[in-house]
């Protein structure tokens, strides 16, 4: 019997659940499936099926995603892919993810994006890495703001009524997304969900805490470890969007104030935090983990590179697997068509979606043999036009 890809039944949403956690190693309990239905839009999904059993799951979420210069475009955010282990080497989970990229293209989304749960899956299906996730401990013993830096400590406070968080934080976020390549929009049912999970402790860890400044907050949770009378808390920092230096400054004066902590663990700081600088011992704050990030696959080639700003005012030819798009733009906008002039670079799908969000250099691509240019002198000003000034970044997981 064939394997039907289709989009779920409403009364399916229990054994999409089973299928995810399944394949990730999960096992979702009555609770946490009742709380995770209202984020999801199962007209966005896609199911493989065999004999009546999901075989392959993928779907999305419709997100705005924020591109080099402030402008932000509608985006997939792909998500919940899995295929049986029965099932391998059947195709299933390119039918899938091409199936959910068809309802994206259907619905004008001109972006999608993911995170990998494996670095080798999907470049062939036109993905490239756009971003870099790291992981960081800080050794509060050693992490003191510097004195000529420290300020007043009231700009900072603790948000504790239900209805302060909620209205601080979504707020601020709207704010905070739009200031860094490769953040996201976040919906009313995901800072619902975010909140609820927040409100709980778990894996051993506190509820979470809250600090707001006027243009900032950060939310953390703490794990006991009274260590014998020599405490030792682990803080574990979920969240910090800063807006402006003075609320990066204020917020991160206060979280190194808690009181009986010894490290700081956190995946949300981004690659240049300027944060060591702010600090006595710049050593204080370690990376132990530097990884792939977000994936993007450009599903309109003239909406995204049209709509992002570049460094540079220039004007480059990409040739795309074949096709040749150009791409005219500056520090005020740009625009994007297809041409048949000759290329300056050269590369595939995935390599030209690798470039849109600033982080990656052209240069990195040619040495990666993922692009080729035409000249060295092509290829050094696209190393100065396609850059951003911040390094993409994103702290919402979907």
Request: proline share 4%.
């Amino acid at each position: 019997m064939s394997i039907e890809i289709r989009r779920p039944r409403d009364d399916e949403w229990d054994a999409i659940c089973y299928a995810d956690g399944r394949a990730f190693g999960n096992t979702y309990t009555a609770e946490e499936i009742a709380e995770r239905r209202p984020l999801h839009d199962l007209s966005r999904f896609r199911i493989a099926v065999d004999e009546g059993s999901i075989v392959g799951t993928a779907g999305s979420y419709a997100l705005d995603a924020t591109l080099p210069g402030g402008t932000t475009v509608p985006m997939g955010g792909v998500t919940w892919v899995s295929v049986a282990a029965t099932h391998r080497r059947k195709g299933i989970m390119r039918r899938v993810v091409g199936a959910v990229h068809d309802d994206i293209d259907q619905r004008g989304e001109p972006l999608a994006t993911l995170g990998a749960s494996e670095g080798g899956i999907y470049e062939h299906v036109g993905y490239g890495i756009v971003s870099q996730q790291r992981s960081t401990v800080i050794d509060r013993r050693f992490a003191t703001i510097r004195a000529d830096l420290a300020g007043p400590t009231d700009t900072v406070r603790f948000l504790e009524d239900e209805d302060d968080i909620y209205t601080s934080v979504t707020s601020i976020w709207d704010r905070f997304r739009r200031t860094r390549s490769g953040e996201v929009s976040r919906s009313p049912e995901f800072h619902d969900f975010v909140f609820g999970i927040r409100s709980k402790g778990a894996d051993g860890m506190s509820a979470g805490y809250y600090l707001a400044h006027a243009d900032g907050y950060a939310v953390y949770r703490i794990k006991s470890d009274w260590a014998n009378g020599m405490p030792a808390h682990e803080m574990h920092l979920s969240e910090l969007a800063a807006i402006t230096p003075e609320a990066h400054l204020a917020l991160w004066q206060t979280l190194l104030s808690v009181d009986l902590v010894g490290e700081i663990h956190s995946r949300a700081i981004a690659i240049d935090d300027p944060l060591p600088y702010l600090l006595d011992n710049q050593r204080a704050l370690r990376t132990t983990v530097v990884a792939d990030g977000i994936w993007a696959n450009v599903r309109d080639v003239s909406i995204c590179f049209g709509a992002r700003a570049y460094r540079t005012t220039d004007t480059l030819v990409v040739d795309v697997d074949g096709k040749r798009w150009s791409i005219d733009g500056g520090p005020d906008g740009a625009s994007c068509k297809a041409v048949r002039t000759k290329p300056d670079l050269v590369t595939s799908h995935s390599g030209l979606s690798s470039l849109l969000y600033g982080g990656t250099l052209p240069s990195a691509l040619v040495a990666g043999r993922r692009m080729t240019a035409r000249s060295d002198a092509a290829l050094a000003r696209a190393d100065l036009f396609f850059p951003t000034g911040l390094a993409p970044h994103c702290q919402t997981h979907y």
